[in-house]
């Protein structure tokens, strides 16, 4: 049996991630050391390998197939447009894809006006204005405190992740436009859904039972 390989995204869902992987089963004692420096982690009984990515790279891990399995952010996979199977919402890292600004910006927002937009997920944002809302905008990347870009005047609103809203609150914005909500999500390279068709099937299935659980 071959190993089956599993790209996670580090940060804030890391440790949720492998709690998940651990309740159906897949354990990595070795990954809980946290003075290692090491990249990936073997469990040779399951066969299985675990490493953990930047959260951006995840989807281009499974593409290629040097992950066969990857948890990553719904805002991730939108954003890097990569060829993959999405199979199955985890439920975690739940929050929303949001155009914010100062409430003033709501008006340039109705009148079509040509605005900056600043954002660390311009295909979203291109996608959002260019192709949902026929509304023409200049896209500014950042790649990080976003919320920064209208207070500085850099840009009038910006499109951005808000999960509790208090980031915007302190700082004296507000959700203007609501994308799309997001979650962590499981995705399965195409070849290795063909190849590993059974133990990435029974994976899938252990986890809808473990989260049909979890929610009762
Ligand atoms: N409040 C939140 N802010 C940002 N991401 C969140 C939040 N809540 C849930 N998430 C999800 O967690 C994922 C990972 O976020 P995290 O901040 O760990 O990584 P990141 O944005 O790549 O950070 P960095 O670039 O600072 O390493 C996001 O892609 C998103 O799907
Ligand atoms: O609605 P809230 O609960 O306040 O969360 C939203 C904030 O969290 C994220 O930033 P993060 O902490 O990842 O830092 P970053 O701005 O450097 O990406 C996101 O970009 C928002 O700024």
């Keep these: 049996m071959r190993y ?7 940060g804030r869902m890391a440790n949720k991630t492998l709690e998940i992987l651990e309740k159906i089963g897949y354990t990595c004692e070795e990954m809980k050391d946290p003075k290692s420096r090491k990249l990936i982690f073997t469990n040779e009984e399951q066969k299985i390998k675990i ?83 026929h509304q023409t905008v200049e896209i500014i990347k950042l790649n990080g405190s976003i919320e920064l870009a209208p207070i500085v005047g850099l840009a009038e609103v910006i499109v951005d992740i808000v999960e509790t809203g208090s980031t915007l609150r302190e700082n004296g914005l507000e959700v203007l436009e609501e994308i799309c909500p997001l979650s962590a999500r499981m995705v399965v390279n195409q070849v290795s859904m063909k190849m590993e068709n059974e133990r990435i099937t029974k994976l899938i299935n252990d986890l809808r039972e473990v989260l049909a659980h979890n929610k009762e």
């Design 4 to 10: 089956l390989t599993f790209a996670l995204a580090k």
């Design 51 to 133: 490493f953990l990515s930047k959260a951006n790279d995840v989807p281009t891990y499974v593409e290629y197939g040097a992950a066969d399995i990857g948890v990553v952010g719904k805002d991730t996979i939108l954003e890097e447009g990569r060829k993959l199977y999405e199979v199955i919402d985890l439920g975690i890292g739940k929050c929303r894809m949001c155009v914010a600004g100062p409430k003033e910006a709501k008006k340039l927002l109705e009148n079509g006006e040509i605005i900056r937009v600043a954002t660390k997920y311009p295909n979203i944002a291109k996608d959002y204005f260019y192709n949902k809302k």
